[in-house]
């Protein structure tokens, strides 16, 4: 829980130094942002309302996934098979029995390329759709040129206009960092300024320590205690006016949050002890099941965009961080990856579906990169970026489907390639935003949300 007021001592402007540090932990949660700019987007016509992405963290092999190659060698196959699925042609790995049951409602891109085998410079291609300069290299050059915003920077632009009592883009449950601490960039707002910033929700759902005030700081507090946060960020905002050339914006950001807090409607979208407990083990408690679960609370009340990205605990080990298997793969494949996945998607798929908003709503099944196209001497698979795979499902998205292939042991493209500006050219189209529409910066100056060119193919 966030405390604001504190004794100790002032600095000129009447707020103390500890203060306006945990004014810094409010704007984790978007409570400081500038408003969103104004963007030049025509009326949505797409039949997508909302997406949901889904990063896998770390890199899932293709071979364990979306891609078998039971024909291969050993040491490129690996031990697990295919399976059949309920499209009679395709088939993914047995890991996955649940997806396979619902792949008439999934699209498999199966030759994405970045061409970049760093978690973070390939990251950052995958969420924003540009190249990272330079290309695999961890965390190189932060800051420009690398600060092309994120998907959810561009769509809570898009929605600037709409008056609203949650936000319209959300990260959940932390940043994506490597194992040094290094966040990677991409994950922000980047040139858009900080007003475009989607919220990021700091958190472990399904924690028996979690409470609804890690997320909306309302649920225990008075009408009282609120004003006196609201004051304080007033005053807060003056001083970030003078700095920020959109600083006289900030209030009205500030507002809608304090708005936000203040709706009991807007605060439950985050209070999952609200879901039967039977619904919550339909998405698995595991951390990233539980996340999932949260996400379509979230769209369900009104949020445009959701990333959730793979949670990665404390305690996870430090040689084998998220889906970065360097060692022992199969294990980790069989035993704490690909279960809770497979268990999340499909639960989510199927759940959006009864409620009537899988029509409305964009799954996008993503990571960094692939895995190398045979085992290294741990038993593990290193980064890869030439070629792996992604699953769409949902609004706009051909069911039963599969785009590209990658080669024989699954190691390039062999047809059909995909870039990660096309990936993004697709999320916009469904969403019902041309991609070469323009957006303006805090310059005014016009910029096309994405470059790339719309996957036909898997596309309504």
Same mark, same amino acid.
């Given at each position: 829980m966030l405390r604001l007021l504190t004794n100790g001592p002032r600095l000129c402007d009447k707020l103390t130094r500890r203060e306006m540090l945990r004014i810094g932990g409010i704007g984790a949660l978007g409570l400081s942002l500038p408003a969103l700019l104004s963007a030049s987007t =025509? /009326?949505? @016509?797409?039949? +997508?309302r909302r997406c949901i992405v889904l990063f896998l963290m770390g890199g899932p092999p293709q071979h364990s996934t979306w891609d078998p190659k039971p024909d291969a060698t050993p040491e490129v196959r690996g031990p697990f098979g295919p399976i059949a699925t309920s499209v009679p042609g395709i088939q993914i790995c047995e890991l #996955? /029995? @649940?997806?396979? !049951? @619902? #792949?008439d409602k999934i699209a498999i891109?199966? +030759?994405? &390329?970045?061409?970049?085998?760093?978690? &973070?410079?390939?990251?950052?291609y995958m969420m924003t759709g540009i190249p990272h300069a330079p290309q695999n290299v961890e965390n190189a050059n932060p800051g420009a040129p690398n600060n092309w915003p994120t998907l959810g920077a561009i769509v809570q632009k898009a929605r600037a206009g709409e008056r609203r009592l949650i936000p319209a883009a959300v990260r959940l449950p932390h940043r994506i960092f490597n194992t040094d601490g290094s966040v990677w960039p991409g994950q922000d707002? =980047?040139?858009?300024? !900080?007003?475009?910033? /989607?919220?990021?929700l700091r958190c472990e759902p399904g924690a028996a320590t979690m409470r609804v005030s890690e997320f909306s700081l309302a649920a225990d507090l008075p009408s009282g205690r609120l004003d006196d946060r609201h004051r304080l960020l007033h005053a807060v905002n003056q001083q970030l006016q003078l700095a920020d050339r959109v600083g006289q914006r900030y209030d009205r950001n500030t507002q809608q949050a304090f708005d936000m807090l203040r709706s009991a409607e807007a605060g439950h979208a985050f209070d999952l002890e609200r879901e039967p407990p039977a619904m919550r083990e339909r998405y698995g408690r595991s951390p990233f099941g539980q996340s999932v679960l949260l996400s379509r609370r979230l769209v369900e009340a009104g949020v445009s965009l959701v990333q959730v990205n793979w949670y990665r605990g404390p305690n996870e080990p430090s040689d084998n961080p998220c889906w970065d298997s360097h060692t022992d793969e199969p294990n980790r494949l069989r035993n704490v990856l690909v279960p809770p996945m497979d268990h999340a998607f499909a639960a989510l798929i199927d759940d959006l579906e009864q409620r009537g908003l899988l029509d409305e709503t964009l799954i996008v099944c993503m990571a960094e990169f692939g895995r190398t196209p045979r085992y290294n001497a741990r038993t593990g698979r290193d980064h890869w970026g030439p070629v792996f795979s992604v699953a769409l499902a949902g609004a706009g998205i @051909?069911? =039963?489907t599969v785009y590209g292939a990658s080669d024989r042991i699954g190691a390039q493209p062999r047809d059909g390639r995909v870039r990660p500006e096309d990936l993004t050219a697709t999320i916009f189209h469904c969403l019902g935003f041309a991609p070469d529409t323009e957006i303006h910066d805090s310059f005014n100056r016009p910029i096309p949300l994405s470059r790339g060119q719309i996957i036909r193919q898997v596309v309504h």
């Open positions: =025509g /009326p949505i @016509r797409g039949s +997508a #996955m /029995p @649940r997806l396979a !049951q @619902r #792949m891109l199966r +030759a994405v &390329s970045t061409g970049d085998s760093a978690h &973070s410079s390939s990251g950052y707002s =980047g040139f858009l300024g !900080q007003s475009a910033d /989607p919220w990021l @051909r069911g =039963g």
